[in-house]
């Protein structure tokens, strides 16, 4: 088979400051992703009863007004809690909700009961790495919330598809070693995607757990997004510069969302410790050479080398 075609402990901040303002962020549905928190099954418990009782009230509720998309594996709850500290911004009941995706079949309703009521001058948004890669999603999004901006955070797709599997083995998902799991990767996921569009009820567990390859072609994803929304509702960032640069990188998310640049009073990562296991440095070569086309594609796409071909 060709080559090509085969490989298809946080700690909260403690506070911000802006011209005098001060708070404290809030714990996202994923503090467990940190480290920290309740179980995730009883935090998920709870946020579907908060969901129900808040449901004879939906009509009141805010729509969001902007979306993170993805990447998985790429800083999103990192970036959703760094937004949600902002005294404008009012986070929904759980950071996924996966409305666009998974439970589109639920209702506008339903979706609605994930967010604060509406009010002036204060927006809400919820954070979805699945969104990105689903084939249905930005059609949907466009057809409920066609004014929503757009943030997609996208992180070198060598380490990312990497990441992917070490949280997909650590938590029993796969049970193949990396390079098996890339090797089975075209088989894995053959037809899933046309079988989402044909039966929109449908869900593929495979598409969404082992695409850890066809995650990391971004140019497709954007594109996809880019037939439904205008290019200037979606703001594009590079998780490497969400590391390294993490307060600039927040300004400038606040920035395309316009609201009032703030500077939080730390920047942690919110994510899932992973386990010490270490991808073989042939894997990395490989998996290199199979994205270099399509990172390409990105930079051209973006108007910036993301210098993951470097």
Same mark, same amino acid.
């Given at each position: ?27 996202? +549905? ?9 179980? &995730? ?16 009230? /939906? =009509? ?6 902007? *979306?993170? *998309? ?90 990312? /598809? ?8 650590? &938590?029993?998902?796969? +049970? ?26 449908? =869900? ?43 307060? /600039? ?7 395309? *969302? ?10 942690? &990562? ?9 991808? /073989? ?5 490989? *998996? ?23």
């Amino acid at each position: 088979m060709d080559e090509a075609n085969t490989w298809a402990g946080a700690v909260p901040v403690e506070g911000l400051t802006t011209d005098g303002i001060s708070a404290t962020p809030p714990v996202s +549905s994923d503090a467990s992703e940190a480290g920290r928190g309740v179980p &995730r099954a009883l935090r998920r418990s709870l946020s579907a009863v908060r969901v129900e009782v808040r449901r004879p009230t /939906a =009509r009141f509720r805010a729509l969001p007004d902007f *979306l993170i *998309l993805g990447a998985q594996r790429s800083g999103t709850t990192s970036l959703y809690q760094y937004l949600a500290a902002h005294p404008a911004i009012a986070p929904p009941v759980r950071k996924e909700i996966q409305y666009l995706t998974l439970r589109h079949r639920r209702g506008i309703g339903w979706y609605r009961a994930h967010f604060p009521r509406a009010r002036p001058g204060r927006v809400t948004f919820e954070a979805t790495p699945y969104y990105l890669f689903h084939p249905l999603a930005p059609a949907r999004a466009a057809a409920g919330l066609p004014d929503a901006k757009l943030i997609a955070l996208l992180r070198n797709p060598v380490t990312r /598809a990497f990441s992917h599997w070490q949280h997909n083995a650590q &938590r029993g998902l796969d +049970s193949l070693a990396f390079e098996d799991a890339l090797d089975a990767e075209t088989d894995r996921l053959a037809g899933e995607a046309e079988r989402l569009v044909a039966d929109p009820s449908s =869900r593929s567990d495979a598409h969404r757990l082992w695409s850890y390859a066809a995650r990391g072609r971004y140019a497709d994803q954007l594109e996809r997004w880019l037939a439904c929304y205008p290019r200037d509702q979606l703001l594009i960032l590079l998780s490497e510069d969400l590391y390294e640069r993490p307060a /600039a990188t927040h300004a400038r998310a606040l920035e395309f *969302l316009g609201l009032p640049t703030l500077t939080l009073a730390s920047y942690p &990562r919110y994510t899932r410790r992973t386990s010490d296991v270490t991808m /073989a440095a042939s894997t990395g070569r490989r *998996l290199a050479d199979h994205f270099r086309a399509d990172n390409e594609r990105l930079a051209g796409l973006i108007g910036r080398d993301p210098g993951w071909n470097d």
